[in-house]
Structures are given as C-alpha cells and as structure tokens.
C-alpha cells in the first residue's frame, strides 16, 4: 500500500517549466516556443521571468517594468503561461539557481522543475553561475536548432556527462538532474534583435509580434532611435 500512494504522489506532482530571458520585447517565436514546451512536456504552466539584469548579456533597452507589462500584453489569456515577475523583483544580477531554489521551495521536493533555454545560451552554461546547482534543482531542456550540430564545448560536455535522455517520459520519471534536446515544430525564426531594429528604423513589425504588444510599443514609442 505504502508503494502504490508513493507511485501516486509521483504521478500527480506538479509539473512546472521556467522559460527566462530578457524578453526586450517578447515576440511570436518567444510564446510559440512557450506554447509547445508546455505541450510536448505535458506541462501545468510555464512561467516566464524576464530577467531584470542578465549576467551574461547587455543592458535591456527599456525598463523592467515595461518588459514586464508587454509580457503579459503578450501572453494575455493563454492556457498554461505565466508572466513571472519574481527575478524582477530581486536585488543584483538574474540567477537562475536562485530562481530555481525559490521554485523547488514553492512547489516541493517531487515537484518535475525544468528550465528551458535556447540552443545558444545552452551552449555557454557552464559560464553561469553555479552550473552543478541548476541540475540539482531542475531538469534542462534545450530548445534545439536544426542547424546547430557541432561538438560540445569541453567544458559543457563535462557538465551534462550522463544527464541526456531521449524523451519528455525518461525526463519525468525523477524531479530533476536530466537534460533533454527538443525541437519544437514550429522552430519560428525570430530575433528580438532584429524587432528592436525594425523598431528604431520605423519599419513594420506587424506579424512578428502579437498584436497588443505592437500597439503598446507603438503608442509609448518604444524602441525609437
């Protein structure tokens, strides 16, 4: 009896998904890659944390509040997404270990925790700070590119060594220390970089980002030069 009630707690605990970034400012790619990482997980929501000062990048270009602000525009009433503000809300650089702590504590030791990243931040993970803690903590899923097959840095390598499984099921049979490689199907190919120029040249942005985040930029003139 003892075995079945364990086995049914496992199957029932809180599937849950941490999506970061600076989202300056969130576009179509950002959401659709939220929306099938929540399907191909079998998640119960994914929060979205814009990071207030990301260590390892440069300075947003507009504030965190209206970073924050778009991100809800964005996201408005879709099943399963949440605009998180908590690394917004804390003192000094966005670390993700930290986050994920404040996450394992809300959601309990059975809870299945991921943290999602692109291919390109995946790459320089074991720049971050405290890399070992984050597996600790949290599974790692990368959001894979088809056109990024080269060898691992040796570094990285060392740190996944013997974390890769194969599917979402392998992933979810233990709270954390897994890293999985997924391709989601729509694998949209927008830069945020590139809507930020848009922006400051007066270019159209129209069906890069979604349609109240566009409105917002527009009539606070957002993103001018």
Request: proline share 8%; net charge negative; aromatic share 4%.
């Amino acid at each position: 009896m003892k075995a079945a009630s364990e086995r049914a707690a496992v199957e029932g605990a809180p599937r849950i998904a941490m999506l970061g970034g600076t989202f300056d400012p969130v576009h179509l790619g950002h959401l659709r890659s939220a929306v099938e990482l929540h399907e191909a997980l079998g998640l119960d929501c994914v929060h979205m944390m814009p990071a207030a000062r990301p260590p390892l990048r440069g300075e947003p270009r507009i504030t965190p509040e209206e970073r924050l602000s778009l991100l809800r525009l964005g996201i408005g009433d879709t099943p399963g997404l949440i605009a998180d503000p908590r690394e917004l809300e804390r003192e000094g650089p966005s670390y993700s270990a930290d986050t994920l702590a404040e996450l394992r504590r809300e959601f309990g030791p059975e809870a299945r925790l991921v943290m999602a990243l692109g291919h390109d931040a995946f790459l320089r993970l074991a720049d971050w700070h405290a890399p070992e803690r984050l597996f600790s903590l949290a599974h790692l899923v990368v959001v894979d590119r088809p056109d990024h097959e080269a060898d691992l840095p040796g570094p990285l390598a060392e740190l996944i060594g013997g974390r890769e499984v194969e599917t979402p099921a392998a992933l979810m049979a233990s709270p954390a220390g897994g890293l999985l490689r997924l391709r989601l199907s729509s694998r949209m190919a927008i830069s945020a970089t590139e809507v930020r120029r848009r922006l400051a040249e007066g270019r159209s942005v129209r069906y890069l980002l979604p349609e109240a985040v566009e409105e917002r930029i527009l009539s606070a003139g957002l993103y001018r030069r």
